[in-house]
Structures are given as structure tokens and as C-alpha cells.
């Protein structure tokens, strides 16, 4: 366990250059993806699900074609297994995903009349929803502020804040809990913004010279200035 009471007053001090840093960087930088302009419930949550471990690029290449055949979750409901994999081949694992996205939509119509429930409890209740688009729902189609935790959140912090110590994710999640803006628009640029900055800036091999974190980063600090 990291967190003494001074480790903390200094994480809890970064978390909020983190945020503000985040914030100035992500109108400069932000991404466009077609997902980005809806906050269409149905529309997020089934992108966060195509999203779940695969490339942007790749499910930028059938979103269009996904919305149009199944624009709303009674569509997908009643679709064929086999009707949603055929467009979903290009992500791979599409039998599992289409078995997936056909569950939840039916899971939606039987328990919440085809609606997307706006609640942690309930999203989390749906077959194949976990923690990340339980919450992702909630800020991007629910107007609902929570920070998200993944694989990008973690190296962020990880790096930024506590380098060279290994945190839980328990200790992770409660800086972004401090990070993470509190109004719901600025909540969404801040997650987007980590996960944009996750994939062109602390990227698996960081581009420290390039960050405007670099002044406060543990990480840099540790390895690069020494
Ligand atoms: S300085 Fe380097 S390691 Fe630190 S946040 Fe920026 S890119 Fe990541």
C-alpha cells in the first residue's frame, strides 16, 4: 500500500495538475470519432462494447454500417445472431460479440422496456457489462460525471503520480476520483482526453518531450532526468 498521509496530500496535489493539465491539452488535441457526436444511450453503449479490447480504427470500419442495420436496441434485439456477426467480422470474435450485443439488447427490452438504464447498479446488471462501460455510459450518453479505469487511466497515473511504485487499482481509482472534473461536459472532454493522450502522447514508449505533464511527472523525473 502507497498511500501515507503525506504520499497522498502529494497525489491528491497531482491528481488536480493532472485534471487541469488534461483539460487545456484535450481541446488542442482531441480525436474525431463518429461516436463522439451522440450522446445516444444505445449508440454509446454499444460502442463501448464493440470498443471493449479492439482498435478505434477498426470499429470505425462497420459503426456506420452497424447503426444503420440495427439503429435501435429493438433492432438488435430481434436481429439473428448470425445477421449481427456477419457485420461484426472484421473486429474478430464476432460470434461472441454478436451473441453478446444480441443478449444485452434483450436483456433491455425484457427488464428495461428498451430503454439504457442511467444507473452503475443496473448497467452492471446487463450480460457482458462490466466496471469501464458501466461507468463510460454514464459520462458519455448519461451526462452522469465518474472517472473510468483502464488500461490507459492506470498507465497515466501510474506514470504520472506514483512512478516508480507499483498501486492498485484501488489507489489508482481514488486519485482519479480527485481528477476527474465534476460538471458533466467537463468530465467527458477529461475522459476522452486520457484516452487520447494514452494513445499519442504517454504511449508505450512515452514521448516525455513532447508532454506537458513532463514538468510535474514522476516517471520523467525518475528516468529521464535521473
Ligand atoms: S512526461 Fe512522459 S511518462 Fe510522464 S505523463 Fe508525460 S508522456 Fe507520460
Not at 444505445?42 to 439503429?71: I, M, N, S
Request: overall charge positive; glycine content about 4%; proline content about 5%.
Amino acid at each position: 500500500m502507497y498511500m501515507n498521509t503525506s504520499n497522498w496530500k502529494l497525489a491528491q496535489e497531482k491528481s488536480k495538475i493532472l485534471r487541469s493539465e488534461i483539460l487545456k491539452w484535450v481541446y488542442k488535441h482531441m480525436r474525431d470519432f463518429p461516436w463522439r457526436r451522440t450522446n445516444d444511450p444505445y449508440v454509446v453503449l454499444v460502442t463501448e462494447k464493440l470498443l471493449q479490447q479492439t482498435d478505434y480504427g477498426h470499429v470505425k470500419k462497420v459503426w456506420y454500417k452497424f447503426f444503420e442495420k440495427f439503429p435501435t436496441v429493438n433492432a438488435l434485439a430481434q436481429a439473428k445472431e448470425e445477421e449481427i456477426a456477419e457485420i461484426l467480422r472484421p473486429l474478430g470474435l464476432w460470434r461472441q460479440r454478436a451473441k453478446q450485443l444480441n443478449a444485452i439488447a434483450g436483456t433491455l427490452v425484457a427488464k428495461f422496456g428498451g430503454q439504457i438504464p442511467c444507473s452503475y447498479k443496473e448497467l452492471l446488471s446487463l450480460p457482458g457489462v462490466g466496471d469501464y462501460i458501466a461507468r463510460a455510459t454514464l459520462v458519455f450518453a448519461c451526462e452522469i460525471p465518474t472517472y473510468l479505469i483502464d488500461v490507459n487511466t492506470k498507465k497515466i497515473v501510474q506514470r504520472f503520480i506514483f512512478y516508480p511504485t507499483q498501486v492498485t487499482e484501488k489507489e489508482v481509482a481514488k486519485v482519479l476520483e480527485i481528477a476527474t472534473p465534476k460538471s458533466p461536459r467537463e468530465c467527458k472532454l477529461f475522459n476522452w482526453g486520457m484516452i487520447d493522450f494514452s494513445a499519442l502522447v504517454c504511449t508505450k514508449k512515452p514521448k516525455c518531450d513532447i508532454c506537458p505533464l513532463r514538468e510535474n511527472c514522476a516517471y520523467y523525473s525518475y528516468t529521464i532526468i535521473g
